[in-house]
């Protein structure tokens, strides 16, 4: 069975760093685009960015030029490298499995736990 395991999280301060990882099992990694979401408290869940198979990535408007993308086939990990990170950023973020680049929550079929982001103004 596929699992997704996010690490990473933390409490930072507005400005500071982290690297969200996320571990997958189950699946040809390699064949299979992976995107962040965030979920924060009375929003709906959004795309942050999603890196395809061959290396084509996607951000959000909110996190271009702060948050990077990247995966790691040999290692089946994907990471989200977030910087100059802002108190609208703090949320529980997710990755996710598509086939494909892909935009929607609904195009995703597999899901990792979520791990918590806290931004601190």
């Known amino acids: 069975q596929v699992q997704l395991v996010e690490s990473g999280g933390g409490l930072v301060q507005a400005g500071d760093s982290l690297r969200l990882s996320c571990a997958a099992d189950?699946?040809?990694?390699?064949?299979?685009?992976m995107g962040w979401f965030r979920h924060a408290p009375g929003k709906e869940r959004e795309l942050v960015a999603a890196?395809?198979?061959?290396?084509?990535?996607f951000y959000a408007d909110s996190v271009k030029g702060r948050f990077t993308i990247s995966r790691d086939n040999a290692k089946n990990t994907a990471y989200l490298q977030m910087n100059s990170l802002k108190p609208e950023d703090t949320a529980v973020y997710y990755c996710?499995?598509?086939?494909?680049?892909?935009?929607?929550?609904?195009?995703?079929?597999?899901w990792g736990q979520g791990t918590q982001v806290t931004v601190s103004s």
């Open positions: 890196i395809s198979s061959g290396g084509g990535t």
């Open positions: 996710a499995v598509s086939y494909g680049l892909r935009y929607r929550l609904s195009d995703y079929n597999y």
């Open positions: 189950g699946l040809t990694f390699g064949s299979y685009a």
